[in-house]
């Protein structure tokens, strides 16, 4: 298996631009999970799935954030617009069942926002 | 809310020096406890864990144990190498299982 793939792996772009993270788990894994890594706060949940459906956003900073997974192979994570705070590294992750089970994470996409 | 605190780093260390990496959590009930290790440029990737009180998780020479008295989880090697160079994280799982808390991480640098 080719592992939890991310995309892009950078991205940079200017204060306003919409930016889409995109994220495609591991075959046969009913959860995926977004978190935003930063020196600041460290590794954040943003929001993570069960069987594609969206169980626990609380994570998301605010509006502007948005993720969906319309279907089994395929994550979105949405800012529009961004803004320089938004710079960070964003990790997708996806397991077989619940977390006490081990986390597979993607390579993440480094985001930068001038 | 549940949390983790690691000790803060760079901690910087020889070839072959023992390493420790403390870790102590807060948590309702009994959470599983993890350590994850991310190396440069990549996601990361579990270390070891341990489900229950006393229990001791190892891996590639590390390990940890699950200290209920003390709620911590402190990170072990005996004799750390360059290729461990890498940011250490601690986390617990959450009541719902479903979630994993993570402390801040620890930059371990080793020196030849």
């Known amino acids: 298996d080719a592992g939890v793939i991310q995309s892009p792996r950078h991205e940079v772009t200017e204060m306003g631009q919409e930016v889409t993270l995109r994220c495609k788990p591991i075959s046969g894994h009913d959860y995926l999970f977004w978190y935003r890594q930063t020196m600041m706060r460290g590794l954040e949940l943003l929001i993570y799935?069960?069987?594609?459906?969206?169980?626990?956003d609380s994570g998301m900073p605010e509006d502007r954030f948005s993720a969906k997974m319309p279907n089994a192979s395929f994550s979105t994570l949405k800012i529009q617009p961004s803004e320089p705070r938004d710079s960070a590294v964003y990790f997708c992750?996806?397991?077989?069942?619940?977390?006490?089970?081990?986390?597979?994470f993607g390579s993440g996409t480094q985001l930068s926002v001038l | 809310g549940d949390s983790v605190t690691q000790m803060e780093g760079p901690v910087t260390l020889s070839e072959e020096a023992f390493l420790t990496i403390n870790c102590t959590y807060t948590a309702t009930g009994y959470p599983s406890l993890f350590w994850y290790v991310q190396y440069p440029g990549e996601g990361l990737q579990l270390l070891l864990k341990a489900t229950k009180a006393d229990d001791k998780g190892s891996n590639k020479g590390f390990e940890a144990t699950y200290r209920k008295e003390t709620t911590s989880f402190h990170l072990e090697k005996g004799s750390v190498q360059v290729s461990d160079s890498a940011v250490y994280f601690c986390?617990?799982?959450?009541?719902?299982?479903?979630?994993?808390?993570f402390g801040a991480g620890t930059i371990l640098r080793v020196k030849s």
């Open positions: 986390a617990l799982s959450d009541r719902s299982g479903n979630k994993l808390v």
């Open positions: 799935f069960n069987n594609n459906v969206p169980i626990d």
């Open positions: 992750a996806s397991t077989p069942r619940a977390t006490n089970e081990k986390l597979f």
